[in-house]
């Protein structure tokens, strides 16, 4: 069965670092872009980050910018967040989507076209 796993997630205090992983089974996982969203408690998901099917091009939301980091391995089968400096805010289920390119990313659409089941991530104290 094709899926897509999200590990990674935890409890962090403010100012660490945590890494997020996408794993994909049964897809051909680098001829797609990927987008990470997030979802904090009572809010919608948003997009904000998103790497390209070529690996070579990606784009972050401006409230992650200069401290989320994302990266594709050497296969292009797992995809990666690297999140640094973690706020308060930052709290929330992250989930990870196959996606038609890497333009909108921000709310989900048509675009998106499979998602993960997500992980949670807790910044606190």
Known sequence: QSQLVESGGGLAQPGKSLRLSCAAHGFN????????????????REGISCIRSTGGNTTYADSVK???????????????????NLKPEDTGRYYCALRRGCTDVGVPGS???YWGQ????????
């Open 29 to 44: 996982f680098k001829l797609y872009s990927i987008a990470w969203f997030h979802q904090a408690p009572g809010k919608d």
């Open 66 to 84: 200069g401290r989320f980091t994302i990266s594709r391995d050497a296969a292009q089968n797992v995809v990666f967040l690297q999140m640094n």
């Open 111 to 113: 675009r998106e076209i």
């Open 118 to 125: 997500g992980t949670e991530v807790t910044v606190s104290s």
